[in-house]
């Protein structure tokens, strides 16, 4: 490979720390760039589970030694990318400034979808997906005692089964009928379903969060509402409720 090409990397996750690594194997003289709007160095995704169980410690999360980027001599820059300008060679980040590129990788990955309802924004409520997501919700754990888990894929069921085995009172809301719909068919849904119950889950079909209020800025009471069955939108979302209404 030619020197002096600057490969720009979006996304440090396990996806574009592995292609920064393997650039780096191929050409020693590269300019090589990752962007990520998660300022943590690249950690284990999957390992975030067993950290909310208590089963693995937060310096076990960490993919690369902290060492990593100056030994590899890739430039991190902890910031979203807005836009792309292909044409130009060009992506345009929040903090304004513009970053030049030869060539281009997108590793930007998932993520989590956001309720749509007033009160996201109180302390207590989050997505599962970063570490900070999982640092908020082991953080809050000591001073909670009920927890409503909103989604309905294996992340959810995952999480509240540790949730559950860690003491808690667990509410989970799903918008269908069924759990994991892409996967498990009626009749397993509803196997899954019975062994939550047996678990002592509150599960409740067909709801959605319809808001979230709080005190002092920390979220209290959540409420929620029968739904009929609309288009799938999984999203993952912890609110702590000492009180709710059912309309
Ligand atoms: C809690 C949890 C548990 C999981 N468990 C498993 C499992 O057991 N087995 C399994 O196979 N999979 C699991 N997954 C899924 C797995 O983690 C993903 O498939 C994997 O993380 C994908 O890696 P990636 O590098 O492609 O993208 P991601 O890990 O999603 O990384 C994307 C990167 O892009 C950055 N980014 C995105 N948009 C922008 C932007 N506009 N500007 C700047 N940066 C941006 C992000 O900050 C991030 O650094 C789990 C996921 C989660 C959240």
Not at 8 to 31: F, H, M, P, Q, Y
Not at 215 to 237: F, P
């Amino acid at each position: 490979m030619p020197g002096n090409i600057s490969y720009l990397i979006i996304g440090n996750g396990i996806a574009g720390v592995t292609a920064a690594e393997l650039l780096r194997n191929e050409d020693s003289a590269a300019d090589i760039t990752v962007i990520a709007d998660d300022p943590f160095p690249v950690y284990y995704r999957p390992a975030l589970k067993d950290y909310l169980a208590g089963r693995v410690r937060e310096d076990k999360l960490w993919a690369r030694p902290n060492s990593f980027y100056q030994d590899h001599r890739i430039r991190f820059l902890s910031d979203r990318v807005l836009g792309i300008q292909a044409g130009q060679h060009t992506v345009q980040v929040q903090s304004g400034r513009e970053v030049t590129y030869d060539r281009l990788l997108l590793a930007n990955g998932a993520r989590a979808s956001r309720l749509n309802c007033p009160g996201t924004d109180l302390v207590g409520v989050t997505t599962l997906r970063t570490v900070a997501d999982y640092q908020a919700v082991v953080s809050h754990l000591g001073t909670s005692r009920r927890i409503v888990v909103s989604g309905s894929g294996t992340l959810a069921l995952e999480t509240i089964e540790t949730l559950r085995h860690r003491g808690y009172q667990v509410t989970h809301l799903l918008r269908k009928r069924t759990f994991w719909s892409e996967v498990l068919d009626a009749t397993a849904s509803d196997l899954v379903l019975q062994q939550e119950r047996r678990d002592g889950v509150d599960v409740r079909l067909e709801e959605e969060i319809a808001e979230l209020m709080g005190k002092n800025g920390e979220v209290s009471v959540c409420r929620w509402i029968a739904l009929c069955a609309q288009a799938l939108r999984i999203y993952m979302q912890r609110v702590i409720s000492s009180k709710r209404q059912i309309q």
